[in-house]
């Protein structure tokens, strides 16, 4: 019922750009945090940004003044976008939310940073 989807990846050259979206859907949307994670391959996925439910954002060190995440409450719908990219960012990027206790995630979508 709770359903999450990404899209918005694909492959970019070093310090291009992308905008990732993740359309929510069985859950009311306006009241929950969004996390969006990431796996790049072999390593653990691991927490990239927040966006609480009044829009506060957080972001962890390595991508902080390159990446902006938001929401759009009327679109049930979270962005993150993904500035000044780095081969190291390649990964597939996941976003989940935390429903009456379970967490929820989506398939994923894949940004690869090549040159």
């Known amino acids: 019922q709770v359903q999450l989807v990404e899209s918005g990846g694909g492959l970019v050259q070093p310090g291009g750009s992308l905008r990732l979206s993740c359309v929510a859907s069985?859950?009311?949307?306006?009241?929950?945090?969004v996390n969006w994670h990431r796996q790049a391959p072999g390593k653990q996925r691991e927490l990239v940004a927040v966006?609480?439910?009044?829009?506060?954002?957080y972001y962890v060190e390595t991508v902080k003044g390159r990446f902006t995440i938001s929401r759009d409450n009327t679109k049930n719908t979270a962005y993150l976008q993904i500035n000044s990219l780095k081969s190291e960012d390649t990964a597939v990027y996941y976003c989940?939310?935390?429903?009456?206790?379970?967490?929820?995630w989506g398939k994923g979508t894949l940004v690869t940073v090549s040159s």
């Open positions: 069985g859950f009311i949307f306006s009241v929950n945090a």
């Open positions: 966006v609480y439910r009044d829009g506060r954002p």
């Open positions: 989940n939310v935390n429903v009456g206790g379970m967490m929820y």
